[in-house]
């Protein structure tokens, strides 16, 4: 059976609390209405290869067609195809490297080891000067692939492009193939050379003159970027113009790619431009009446299925601030125009709900929040369908955060559910996958990798307003904690005791429904209060002497009864949450200390009694685990006293007990019923015999057959 959330304790239904709740709706609407965009909304939806199921929509205005993003990737294409590379001559390149060649050239000649006996080296200074001259004058360069692959055309003339040459601040138009690159410098010389007649040693010359070879022509890549830039901003978003009166949608006509477009650009200039017609301030009114509609109904769903939230103004807060914080950060989104809304991570929100409260809870706040974001977005349908299916796979993803691990397996469902949502749109909308951009799969991705910080969340709201999560929970349940640390040191006894306690109430809320977690982490410290004085409680007593001989019963009582609200102070010192409070303050709810109270009784037999001293101050149990909680406390301390423990001896001790507890009203204020008190009853009988280990009757001879 899986965990139900924690039932929190109702606040005073009082006057006050009343209008504190009113104005705390009242807040939230208000800041909720300053949040969102005001600007109007198109009131026509409309998918592209559906049919238009609206009036004839005719244009009110004269406005222009919006181009598709495939139309702008077009025009950039095409703009960027046009656009011709910068180069800067170095005029002192081509000076220095040949005034070089003339200077390095005799030593180079003279260690060369060349038989030099018949050639002049003025010869070879003469050759070099003039092919350097040639490349230098041709101008040598390096060939950008990017200008080079523009082109479908594979033959080696498509690898030349043309470029603007900047030389002493002249641009000139030129093309690479006109100019040289440093293999075709080589190519170069390997043509020239047999023509050098006077050159005997030519391989030696081109060698050298290698050395000499450089770039002179260099590509200026912040000046062509620029230009690119520049003419990429000048390039139109819109084409063409619908005229006012012009037919853009015909009712029952499929939507056409060309009158989608139509649509879009209207949609656009009717709410960026706010060509509405009426007041701004009608507006405003009505998104408080939409929003005050949506509150009123999450508040009706509180007050019908979760009476706990509803009068408790703290747990209200909570959900109020998660309600306004996405929505503030949608508007965000929205007014500073982010690429894609889908990078907001929406699924956060039922993430903290369902772990903080319940999965009826999430769900009911989840559905108002993508219904009013959807007011607000563009391509609603689109927008609110993806939210809501990926919101409720992360809340039936989550049944319980217990592991680590589990919020990233959410995580990865959530992502998995996006990603095939938004797929299976993209393909029924235009019938293609070829439509599919994977870019576009990428905000779905850092969204789910933000909602991640759920968690942190989920532990602020605990310590800010003091609610528990199965986290704390378990963390709680940690018998190495500091706080039972201490009671199996001081009190060992009253230890072991909360063990039995905590196995047995767990075990019969598994059986009956309810949240095992909970009330084992109430049954751990139900008896904390007892580290006071622990000797005053015959669990922890190891020797005969008695504490409560020396007193009267009156102080007796009190002493035991005392443990509950030194239980509760001790509780509060080590800031355990209320939810574990109450189960220290229920575990005896009003019950007497019947036997100081008989001794009392019996040894003043014409006294008048004052019940009041050895009664608990209470209160009773309010829910499922509080009561199953006091059942199994009080059997477990019972069957203690069990000289010779037996199946009929701890079958009566359980049914007097419980029996005890319904004649004194102990359960009127739990949702327990008493089929959950039969189970219970059943399970604790079960255990008890199985600690004792009571043997079972198999005389066959008893048996009815």
Request: hydrophobic share 40%; charged share 20%.
């Amino acid at each position: 059976m899986g965990r139900l959330k924690i039932k929190y304790r109702r606040e005073l239904n009082t006057t006050e609390n009343l209008v504190r709740k009113i104005g705390l709706i009242l807040i939230t609407i208000i800041l909720i209405c300053i949040f969102l965009p005001k600007q109007p909304r198109f009131r026509y939806e409309f998918q592209k290869g559906k049919v238009w199921n609206h009036e004839n929509l005719i244009s009110p205005y004269n406005f222009a067609i919006l181009k598709t993003q495939e139309e702008l990737n077009a025009d950039k294409k095409s703009i960027l195809n046009t656009i011709q590379p910068i180069y800067n001559a170095n005029t002192t390149t081509s000076k220095e490297q040949i005034d070089q060649f003339n200077t390095d050239l005799a030593e180079k000649w003279q260690s060369s080891k060349l038989d030099t006996t018949h050639e002049n080296i003025v010869d070879y200074r003469n050759a070099g000067n003039a092919i350097l001259s040639h490349l230098y004058g041709k101008g040598i360069l390096s060939l950008n692939n990017r200008f080079q692959n523009r082109s479908n055309d594979k033959s080696p003339a498509s690898k030349h492009y043309n470029f603007t040459l900047i030389q002493d601040k002249v641009a000139s138009q030129k093309n690479t193939a006109d100019c040289y690159t440093i293999e075709s410098s080589y190519g170069y010389m390997d043509e020239i050379m047999p023509k050098l007649t006077k050159i005997k040693q030519k391989s030696w010359l081109e060698e050298t003159l290698k050395n000499y070879i450089t770039i002179n022509y260099i590509y200026n890549d912040q000046q062509t970027e620029a230009l690119e830039q520049n003419a990429i901003a000048n390039i139109s978003a819109t084409r063409g113009v619908v005229q006012k009166g012009e037919l853009i949608a015909e009712k029952e006509k499929i939507i056409s790619n060309e009158t989608y477009q139509k649509l879009e650009s209207l949609r656009k200039v009717y709410e960026d431009e706010g060509k509405i017609s009426g007041n701004q301030n009608y507006v405003t009114l009505g998104q408080f009446l939409i929003i005050s509609l949506a509150l009123s109904i999450l508040m009706v769903f509180l007050f019908l299925f979760r009476k706990d939230i509803y009068f408790n103004n703290r747990l209200l807060v909570i959900i109020m601030i998660v309600i306004i914080g996405m929505l503030a950060v949608l508007s965000w989104a929205i007014k500073i125009k982010i690429p894609n809304l889908y990078y907001i991570p929406f699924c956060a929100v039922p993430i903290i709900i369902r772990i903080l409260f319940d999965t009826r809870v999430a769900l009911n706040i989840h559905l108002l929040m993508v219904l009013l974001a959807g007011l607000f977005v563009p391509n609603s349908f689109e927008f609110v369908f993806l939210q809501f299916m990926a919101g409720i796979v992360a809340i039936y993803s989550i049944k319980t955060l217990v592991k680590r691990e589990q919020l990233f397996i959410s995580s990865a469902i959530i992502l998995g559910t996006y990603w095939i949502a938004y797929i299976g749109l993209v393909v029924t909308r235009n019938g293609s996958i070829d439509t599919i951009y994977w870019s576009d799969l990428l905000p779905f991705f850092v969204s789910v990798m933000i909602t991640l910080l759920a968690y942190p969340m989920i532990y602020a709201f605990e310590k800010l307003f003091g609610i528990v999560s199965d986290l704390t929970l378990m963390e709680l349940t940690n018998s190495n904690s500091k706080l039972l640390r201490e009671l199996s040191f001081k009190a060992p006894g009253t230890f072991q005791h909360s063990l039995q306690v905590a196995n047995l109430a767990e075990a019969a809320i598994y059986k009956i429904g309810g949240n095992p977690l909970l009330v084992r982490a109430g049954a751990l410290y139900h008896d904390i209060g007892k580290l006071t004085n622990p000797q005053f409680f015959i669990e922890n007593q190891r020797t005969e002497k008695n504490p409560h001989d020396e007193l009267s019963p009156e102080q007796s009582a009190q002493i035991i009864i005392s443990h509950v609200i030194k239980g509760v102070d001790i509780a509060k010192k080590h800031q355990l949450p209320d939810v574990i409070l109450d189960f220290i303050r229920t575990h005896h709810g009003t019950t007497r200390v019947d036997y100081f109270y008989n001794v009392f009784v019996k040894n003043n037999p014409d006294k008048l009694v004052d019940e009041s001293l050895f009664t608990y101050p209470g209160p009773i149990p309010f829910s499922k685990e509080t009561a199953v909680l006091m059942m199994a406390d009080s059997v477990e301390a019972a069957s203690r006293a069990l000289k010779e423990p037996s199946e009929e001896s701890i079958n009566n001790l359980v049914d007097k007990i419980i029996e005890h507890k319904l004649m004194r009203g102990q359960f009127n204020n739990s949702n327990i019923t008493l089929k959950d008190i039969t189970e219970s009853a059943v399970i604790f009988k079960a255990m008890l015999k199985s600690i004792y280990h009571v043997r079972v009757d198999y005389d066959l001879s008893k048996k009815t057959m």
